[in-house]
């Protein structure tokens, strides 16, 4: 009896694994009976997960976990400004100013977005609180929460998670001619479900009116409320009478040996840029063939710009018309994960009429959000500036008839989740828990002299002039950026391709270890791509004086 029971559990855990790895295959879902055993193993590990969790919430009770899972969202309380970072473009050098979060002791880490709410900027975050900058820190205001249902989706969603977006506010916009604020965020259906909604508050300045309450404006379908970052979209804007939502096309499913696909299904709000007559309420399909866009902006009277992430690689910018169709999932730049071949290249396509983007970025840099650049200066005013995750820079784009002129990729080392042009300045929502400003520096701007420009300064630094610089680093550089080296870690610059034994070196730049370097690189460090230059003592000795000082 017990070697049987043995037998049954070996036999059992087997099973287990083999459905697990079955699951990760999509196509097997289209034949029945590798679909019904698929469906036993999730609902098995769903049950599982069930029970877990209710014997955690009756030992701790209810208001204790809803607390911790709020609490595990928190910024690490601080208070930080900085405002000495000089940040060098290729037409205007930038001043930087950050503002962490963390000053409000309650401040969600990620997501979030940035508005104009009475001619104030106010930032969101992930949970749908709302904030105005006050005495260099953030005063949240008195609004009533958002009706996504958040307790109850901490207490009984199976798939809960704040950082992979599965109830997230996504967006916001204010239209002051009415005081009404509309949010779009994701609201807890039920065990497995949300949906994207669009709900309104009417607003007294930043209070509610007396008596108000939050009202649905739209609903979309229903979404698995699994890691929601293929599926999110949920960028809201407002133009005129209408109200611009875009949705995340979801996962792509097999049935009966047939790809379907949100995107490609009229009858689906997903994948989709949605229009909503603010007058009757009436919605309607404007564009389709989204995978995740995550951008939306007017310019220009009454067009659009959308932004949306690829797979591996194909991150588009796409001018948005009435009635497009933007190919998604038939049509891509990008490569499935891990692989060299585009998503379903194998399948048999039905012959859509596409619209190409302006513009795709391969690889991806993982776009977030766009914005028009207007009132900031004269060198970018009519631009657009796109916010990315991945390459942790923003992008400013010269669009001139159709087409992007170029894109010009500026590096600030922080994942951009939003960002905004108001009151002259550039405003950014990163990640990592700041509110950055930019603005153009003037007096550098005058002076008309990048950090380049040193080189002509002294004939001492002539020798490293002739593969590094002194400007911030990009693609093109031959090696890093020399500017503020002294002090710095070894290493350190953004630029990409530093010798694996210069990575391994540990340690910052000193004036000893520089002239050790300088001197005989090979010696200093075996390995490093950095030639002799064969500089006598007192030559290597005026370049590290002049590196402490510059």
Known sequence: MNRKFILYCISAIFLFFCLSWL????????????????????????TIYDFKQIIKIHRIGK????????????????????????IETSSLPLLRKNLYLGCYKNYPREGGALGIMDNTLVIMDKIGSFYVIKDDCVKKLDLPGIPNQIEDFILYSRYRSFDGGSLRAHSFAYDKRTSQLYVAY?????????????????????????????????????????????A?????????NSLFLSTGSGPEFFENGKLKSNAQNLQSTM???????LANKKSEIFSMGHRNPQGLVSFSGNQLMEVEHG???????????????YGWPYATFGTDYGKYSAPFESINKPLIKGILPIFSYVPSVGISSITFVDGFHKKWNGNFLIGSLKAQSIFNIKYELGRVIYSEPIW????????????????LLTEDGYLSSLIPSIAILEKNQKGDGLKALSKVIEPCIKCHSFSQSNLTNAAPSLANIYNREIASDIFEHYSIALKNKKGNWTETNLKEFISNPESFSPGTSMPNLHLNESEVSAIVKFLKSN
């Open 232 to 240: 999110s979209g949920g960028k809201l804007i407002l133009d005129g």
């Open 271 to 277: 994948g989709k840029i949605i229009k909503i007559n």
């Open 311 to 325: 797979p591996q690689g194909g991150d588009e910018i796409n001018l948005v018309v009435e009635g497009g169709n």
């Open 63 to 86: 208001d204790e976990y809803i607390k911790r899972a709020l609490n595990s969202q928190y910024l690490i309380p601080s208070y930080a400004i900085d405002d000495k970072n000089v």
């Open 23 to 46: 699951s990760n295959y999509p196509k097997l879902y289209s034949y029945p009976p590798a679909n019904t055993l698929i469906k036993i193993y999730f609902e098995f590990k769903n």
């Open 186 to 230: 994701q609201k807890y259906i039920d065990k497995s479900t949300t949906k994207l909604t669009i709900s309104s508050l009417k607003l007294d300045k930043f209070s509610a009116v007396p008596g108000a309450s939050w009202h649905d404006v739209w609903i979309g379908d229903p979404e698995l409320a699994v890691n929601q970052s293929h």
């Open 412 to 427: 600030l080392g922080s994942r951009i989740r939003d960002l905004i042009v108001f009151n002259g300045k550039i405003y």
